[in-house]
């Protein structure tokens, strides 16, 4: 680990905990996320901090991945501190995708604003599960960009489409024959219409999560991100990096959760004694730094593997399934062992749980990575005709 990255995780840690921890019971961070209003006064004070965007140096320079990993788990001290300091999905992931792809006009127009926090983005990929579209299984996907002219005319919904609501700017994956594209759309845009907020058990995210209506868009090829035909393989470009990028966050909050859960364990008293005495709950908190030790070494791993040059496709996969499992059973026991304390909002924790609750079901269930994983297994032992 370098120096580097040291001094910017513990400047991000000590402004978490020193700034955003405050705005943990502010009335502005609503059901559907926390407002623009909360986001702008938030990044003001991370930009005043030098903290803000710390993964992404002057000159645009990428920490690595394992020097990433100890930054965003301290952003993630705080379900609001991706937010805040700029590392929050799906901006932390669409940065980096538009980093790599991006044409020089494009990430102009685009990239610097994210980057400078002025703006928030959003990727439109998932499709409504009524209409068979995608969603596990990208190959379903319906939204189709066809020619007129000069122009690409696209049209289709989408679903579970995080932070559109607010957001400058959309990512957005359609079919172009046989294969996908990435187009990037201008946001707000009359052909891109927001039919509902979906209400869901997390509320990090500004904008929440929203089904969209995309009609009649009309886009140039200035507009195609990367080049046309390749929208799966630049998906998974993406996608590896960004489910780090969601165990790396998480990893932060459930330590978290775990310093309150033992914090109240060493206090509380009962049937005479402190409750960490008690082996029911003692044992809790002692799986607890185990399972936290684990996420960090897989973590770790995937990390390496990214930073050594692989797609890490599998690699990713294995690290999701086992730290959203991981850190679930943490959140879990955390509310266990503070009992009504920790299912009521008195303290950060119940929201942690609810948080990380969701967190294994985005960016691919655990039951799909281990479906896609049992598939490579097959390949590997019969070979693609077995």
């Known amino acids: 680990m370098t120096d580097l990255a040291l001094d910017i995780a513990s400047r991000v840690e000590a402004f978490v905990r020193g700034t955003v921890f405050g705005y943990e019971q502010d009335p502005r961070w609503e059901t559907h996320g926390p407002s623009a209003e909360l986001v702008a006064e938030m990044r003001a004070a991370a930009k005043a901090a030098g903290v803000l965007t710390p993964h992404i140096l002057p000159g ?47 990430r102009a127009r685009y990239l610097a604003p994210l980057v400078a926090g002025e703006t928030r983005s959003s990727f439109l990929m998932t499709e409504p599960a009524s209409e068979n579209g995608a969603g596990s299984d990208p190959s379903l996907l ?32 359609a079919r172009t024959g046989e294969e996908a594209t990435m187009f990037l759309a201008p946001l707000p845009n009359p052909a891109v219409r927001i039919e509902r907020i979906i209400d869901t058990i997390d509320s990090t995210m500004p904008g929440g999560h929203a089904v969209v209506t995309i009609e009649d868009l009309r886009l140039t090829d200035a507009d195609v991100l990367g080049e046309i035909g390749r929208g799966f393989e630049y998906a998974q470009v993406r996608l590896a990096p960004a489910r780090l990028s969601h165990c790396m966050r998480w990893l932060g909050a459930a330590k978290r959760a775990h310093a309150i859960a033992s914090d109240y364990a060493c206090r509380r008293r009962a049937f005479g004694r402190l409750l960490i005495d008690h082996e029911g709950v003692g044992f809790q908190l002692a799986d607890n730094v185990i399972d936290l030790r684990t996420c960090e070494q897989m973590i770790a791993w995937c990390a390496d593997e990214l930073d050594s040059g692989k797609r890490g496709s599998a690699e990713s996969s294995v690290t999701k399934v086992a730290v959203s499992e991981a850190l679930f059973r943490i959140a879990d026991r955390c ?25 294994r079901i985005y960016d691919g269930p655990t039951e799909v990575h281990k479906f896609a994983l049992a598939r490579r297994i097959r390949r590997s032992h019969l070979g693609a005709d077995g």
Request: charged share 20%.
């Open 142 to 173: 319906r939204t189709a960009a066809r020619r007129q002219g000069d122009e690409w005319v696209i049209d289709g919904r989408k679903t579970f489409v995080t932070g559109i609501d607010g957001a400058s700017c959309g990512i957005i994956m």
């Open 60 to 106: 645009g320079k990428h920490l690595s991945q394992r020097e990433t990993a100890l930054v965003l788990q301290a952003s993630g001290l705080s379900p609001l501190g991706p937010v805040a300091v700029n590392t929050a999905a799906p901006d932390e992931g669409n940065m980096l995708l538009l980093g790599r792809v991006a044409t020089i006009a494009q």
């Open 335 to 359: 509310v266990q062992v503070m009992g009504a304390t920790g299912i009521s909002d008195d303290t950060v924790v119940a929201r942690i749980f609810r948080e990380i609750r969701a967190f």
